[in-house]
C-alpha cells in the first residue's frame, strides 16, 4: 500500500515569501507516519550559509519520492544521520539566487537530485 501524501497542499510552497528569514517547506521533526508531516515556517539558508562549490536555489518544483517516506517512517535510521527538521524532497527545479560554484551563476534555471541521502527540494529556498 502507498503511504498517504503530506496532508497539506505542498503546491503552494512557492507562493508565500515573506521577506524575512524564513520560508514555508514540508518538513518532519520525528520519525513516523503521515501524522507527524509539517507545513510550516523554517529558517531560510542565506547566501553566508553557502560552502564552496555549493549554490542558493529558489526552488520553482519538487516532488515526493518512496525513499522520502522510508526516511520518515525510521525505516532507514540505523544507516542514515538525520537531523531534524528534516525537510522532504529530492528531486527539484528552479533558479540559482547566489553560488559559490564557478559553474552555476544567480539566475541559472537548475534541475538536479540532491547528493546522496540529502533531501531538501520541498521548500521554497534549498543549498
Known amino acids: 500500500e502507498q503511504p498517504a501524501p503530506p496532508s497539506a497542499d505542498v503546491a503552494q510552497l512557492a507562493s508565500h515569501d515573506t521577506g524575512d528569514d524564513t520560508m514555508l517547506a514540508c518538513s518532519y521533526s520525528r520519525f ?3 501524522q507527524v ?3 510550516g515556517r523554517i529558517r531560510r539558508p542565506m547566501p553566508a550559509d553557502l560552502e564552496p562549490g555549493k549554490v542558493l536555489i529558489r526552488v520553482g518544483a519538487s516532488s ?3 525513499a522520502d517516506y522510508k526516511q520518515r517512517s525510521g525505516e532507514m535510521k540505523l544507516l542514515l544521520s538525520i ?3 528534516q525537510v522532504y524532497g529530492f528531486d527539484f527545479a528552479g533558479q540559482v539566487v547566489a553560488s559559490r560554484d564557478d559553474r552555476w551563476q544567480p539566475d541559472d534555471r537548475v534541475f538536479g537530485m540532491c547528493k546522496g541521502l540529502r533531501r ?3 521548500a521554497e529556498y534549498m543549498i
Open 32 to 34: 513516523g507516519g503521515p
Open 37 to 39: 508531516d509539517q507545513v
Open 64 to 66: 515526493l519520492n518512496p
Open 83 to 85: 537531523q531534524f527538521p
Open 120 to 122: 531538501g527540494g520541498l
